[in-house]
């Protein structure tokens, strides 16, 4: 079965070091899409992509302009009855600020270690590539992919993804497909191929407790008035019961336990907690009752503080009452939390538990869906497949803690399953300086999209 | 009993427009003691005030340099037998700003309504004119006071009194009295004549979680790891009990429970719980169980927020779980709470109470103690008689919840009674635009000090 894609892998090998140089050109267009001033470089960027995808045989390829920064669109159809897959990427990087910490100029990449260092390299524009080299591969040994491949490669990713849905729905058509593949996540470790197959959605809420109109002198009124951030601290406080379960009432009701194999998958990984901790100077992994820290990350749901702010902050004393009291507030949700539901839930609670003399206002500021992927789905099965003869490990499921917006919108938009097949590393500094790419991953990485493309036009 | 009062009575009521017209005079020159461009000010004033003095026949006056703002002595000594009675007052007034709320400019203080309005007119010049008065009333018709008088004005108390220790000290034998009067205070309300006998003591802490080394996103961190801003509410909600008692271990050990004759005497004042309240726009008066809202403000101790600071602030969200929370807290004494000792508890039991994960830090920023007038000294039934005669109305025992640091130090440092009798209104802008002197206040107030020194003499 493996015998015909001999000739595709040789030719990987053979343009390993190729496949790296392009990635480098391309990696020296500063395509920072949060600057004004580098509006021509993602036009750059996104010309450069599409000339390079129009080499390589696609049957159509595209400039697509947004309200802000173009999208590259390219289509390899080779039968209308063969499966057509979707992969998405983005042509965006993030700043590359504070320019002095970087060991090498950001937009100069240079290998080192084994690694190749620069700004995008990994996120995303070396995970782009990995699908453009594979379709290249198929393309100069067999003359076309096995499969029908479109790749939609958008232009503010690290903005929001502010244009991504109003582009899928006016593409809706040309970009039909039976799956799609993102590739512009991480793996759980080293040598660890990982499906994420799971994000947790956010509610967020900007909360003022309200006690007085103006600050007041705490000889003369402390002691008999509500004292608003006293307040809010015990309301605060309440949110949570000794086990550390959220105490809001009907907080849990569409939560998903976890089945016996989910809990068996995650116990499986390799998960190093000191060094989890260590990456944000934390002492101690501390959560709700029975569950690991895993779970408690990726498939429970919080409600954390994120901000505080009242009364006096300087240095020094000020004898005051304060007049208000705020905090920013925000669940992470699980499936199947609804996270406008979520949101009338708490507001509801924080206003009902708002002490005696103290009004609450609650404004929600944000929200967005969980994701779980439909693993039931057998794309599952051969995308595991696919990742585990290339990496020669066996593939896990991983869930990410955080939102990826625009999973939720690309999955809600064409309703298929979608691969988060990502070939990052966690600690690669994708958002900081030195930010660099595992060139062996690159290269594997483009051996499990062939053995994907392979395993799908058979599926 | 009262006879031999009649001329002395005559002449205040005699030189009642004269006496306004001396203060006006005084209270044009802006000291504003924490200005350095008023520092020549601040030594007219103390000049103008010490010749004054020397022209009412004192047998010493002087300007006492300190290292900041002159302070000005006088005394009267007519027999050594006799009592001496020190008088304290200060002739530095409070910053004018903002004057465009000002009715008339601040320092031409203007009649209007039977009120004098300008900076200083009752805090603290008119008291000590007061006094003054009442001197010069005794030392025009009889020759001299009936007892021996001292006077020490200071120059800096609105600046914290940061030289009287120091002045107190270096003139403890010229400074040595029998009773200390001290008029820089309120009266309970209009028409009723009113000795503070209790104030409260302060400690104040600035308090830290410390949970991680920098902030860590929410989605990949929040449920795994200690959140600081959640710890922070969660101690300082403890820190309280239903009852609205403070939980610190031995925080009540000294606390003197108030007798039923104290609760008494407050619970027959005439209390406007709502205007109170709308004075700071508050909506209730809520704290501890079992008590009153007067009893609680002047005599129970607190545990109040007075500053919360963590994480994000700004507008709209920011998904961080902060690396840190911080708190000021500060505690309102009363007898015989020490605050030193109750640094120490406080601080003990936030450390003892941290979560898992985080570690607290607690920082001691300054302390105050409690003061509980000696009523039981026969010289308060003599202040209580001389203010009530001149008054007409029954003098009440009352106490102030916030702190006033120079009667502690005045009471430590002289060891004697300090009667704490005022002649301001609690509504006379002291501290803000707008003050006033009410006239009658003004009127009665010098026969209240000539009653005063008459009843001491026969003592």
Chains 1, 2 share one sequence.
Not at 39 to 59: N, Y
Not at 303 to 329: C, F, H, M, Y
Request: aromatic share 8%; hydrophobic share 40%.
């Amino acid at each position: 079965m493996t015998e015909p894609l001999d000739p595709i892998l040789r030719y990987v090998d053979e343009q390993r070091a190729r496949f790296v140089d392009e990635l480098v050109t391309w990696c020296r267009i500063p395509s920072i899409s949060s600057s004004e001033a580098h509006a021509a470089d993602m036009r750059r960027s996104a010309e450069h992509l599409r000339e390079r995808l129009s080499r390589l045989g696609a049957t159509s390829t595209a400039v697509i302009d947004t309200r802000l920064h173009p999208a590259v669109y390219a289509e390899w159809i080779v039968d209308p009855k063969k499966p057509t897959l979707l992969v998405y990427g983005h042509h965006d990087v993030q700043p590359s600020e504070p320019l002095s910490e970087w060991r090498s100029p950001p937009f100069e990449p240079a290998v080192r270690d084994g690694r190749l260092w620069g700004r995008g390299v990994v996120d995303d524009k070396g995970q782009v590539y990995i699908h453009v080299n594979a379709v290249e591969a198929f393309v100069r040994t067999k003359g076309a992919p096995p499969i029908n491949v479109k790749m939609i490669v958008e232009g503010e990713e690290e903005i929001g993804s502010v244009n991504l849905d109003g582009l899928l729905r006016s593409h809706a058509d040309r970009l039909q497909a039976d799956f799609v593949v993102v590739s512009d996540t991480a793996m759980f470790g080293r040598g660890i191929p990982s499906l994420c197959v799971g994000l947790r959605g956010i509610a967020y809420f900007d909360v003022t407790v309200h006690a007085l109109s103006m600050d007041a002198h705490s000889g003369s009124f402390g002691g008999g008035i509500a004292n608003p951030a006293n307040a809010l601290a015990r309301m605060i406080a309440s949110l949570h019961d000794e086990s550390g379960r959220i105490t809001v009432p009907g907080f849990y009701d569409r939560v998903r336990e976890l089945t016996a194999a989910e809990r068996a998958e995650i116990a499986s990984l390799p998960f190093d907690e000191r060094e989890w901790l260590a990456s944000v100077g934390g002492h101690a992994a501390v959560g709700e009752r029975g569950y690991s820290t895993l779970e408690r990350i990726w498939t429970r749901p919080t409600l954390d503080v994120n901000g505080l702010d009242s009364g006096w902050q300087g240095e020094g004393s000020k004898t005051i009452i304060p007049a208000r009291a705020k905090a920013k507030l925000s669940c992470r949700l699980v499936p199947d939390q609804d996270p406008t539901e979520i949101a009338a839930l708490v507001e509801k609670h924080l206003v009902a538990i708002a002490p005696p003399g103290c009004r609450v206002e609650v404004r929600y500021l944000h929200g967005g869906r969980p994701y779980l992927a439909p693993t039931e789905h057998p794309v599952y099965e051969i995308a595991k497949r696919a990742f585990s003869r290339a990496f020669g490990a066996r593939t896990v499921f991983i869930r990410e803690g955080g939102s990826i917006p625009f999973v939720r919108t690309i999955a809600d938009r064409t309703g298929k399953p979608c691969l988060l097949m990502g070939f990052g590393q966690p600690d690669e500094n994708a958002h900081a300086p030195n930010e660099w790419l595992d060139l062996e991953n690159y290269h594997l990485g483009i051996k499990s999209a062939v053995y994907l493309y392979d395993e799908l036009s058979r599926a």
